[in-house]
T-cell receptor
Framework: DTEVTQTPKHLVMGMTNKKSLKCEQH?????MYWYKQKAKKPPELMFV???????INESVPSRFSPECPNSSLLNLHLHALQPEDSALYLC?????????????FGDGTRLSIL | DAKTTQPNSMESNEEEPVHLPCNHS???????IHWYRQLPSQGPEYVIH???SNVNNRMASLAIAEDRKSSTLILHRATLRDAAVYYC???????????FGTGTKLQVIP
């Protein structure tokens, strides 16, 4: 069982819908990440939060809006997505500033845009 | 950004050692080399990491070239459960660069 929990596991939405992905960890990690992974491709970093503040945005379109309401939760709000946004969205967490420490990944939310 | 290159796929017989290579010729002095693996329908799982010296843990060994431009993940006895995509990743200060390699799909033959 993974220590990073992502919900829902699957999500199908239309291009005009608004939905949110949720990620939760209770390991005391203060760095949290969103990645996007297309089929048969490596994960691509989207956002990094450090101490609940956004520290990195990898030029992600504004239709993706991250939020970190507390040290255990990370959300990704979705609005007006495009079919090409269909992918596996992975959340990860780690210690802050400890680049020799591993990232712990959830099993992802598989998103399909109709 | 520093990039890594890996073979697309490799095969190994069960209970044989496996050496998975990774090239990172543009690595910088602050880049840590991390290896993760990803099983189907799961998120990546940490395997091992290092900076300059070779490293061992219960899962694998990591051999880092003296010039740090390449590394090799060593699975001492491959099992069917080791069949996965293995990613070589460079992580540096501030997480300004998080670059996944292309990944190597390891097939383990019974």
């Amino acid at each position: 069982d993974t220590e990073v929990t992502q919900t829902p596991k699957h999500l199908v939405m239309g291009m005009t819908n608004k939905k949110s992905l949720k990620c939760e960890q209770h390991m005391g990690h203060r760095a949290m990440y969103w990645y996007k992974q297309k089929a048969k491709k490596p994960p691509e970093l989207m956002f990094v939060y450090s101490y609940e503040k956004l520290s990195i945005n990898e030029s992600v379109p504004s239709r993706f809006s991250p939020e970190c309401p507390n040290s255990s939760l990370l959300n990704l709000h979705l609005h007006a997505l495009q079919p090409e946004d269909s992918a596996l969205y992975l959340c990860a967490s780690s210690q802050v500033g400890q680049f020799n420490q591993p990232q712990h990944f959830g099993d992802g939310t598989r998103l399909s845009i109709l | 950004d520093a990039k890594t290159t890996q073979p697309n796929s490799m095969e190994s017989n069960e209970e044989e050692p496996v050496h998975l290579p990774c090239n990172h010729s543009t690595i910088s002095g602050t880049d840590y080399i991390h290896w993760y693996r990803q099983l189907p329908s799961q998120g990546p799982e940490y395997v091992i990491h290092g900076l300059t010296s070779n490293v061992n843990n219960r899962m694998a060994s990591l051999a880092i070239a003296e010039d740090r431009k390449s590394s090799t993940l060593i699975l001492h006895r491959a099992t069917l459960r080791d069949a996965a995509v293995y990613y070589c990743i460079l992580i540096s200060g501030g997480y300004q660069k998080v670059t996944f390699g292309t990944g190597t799909k390891l097939q383990v033959i019974p």
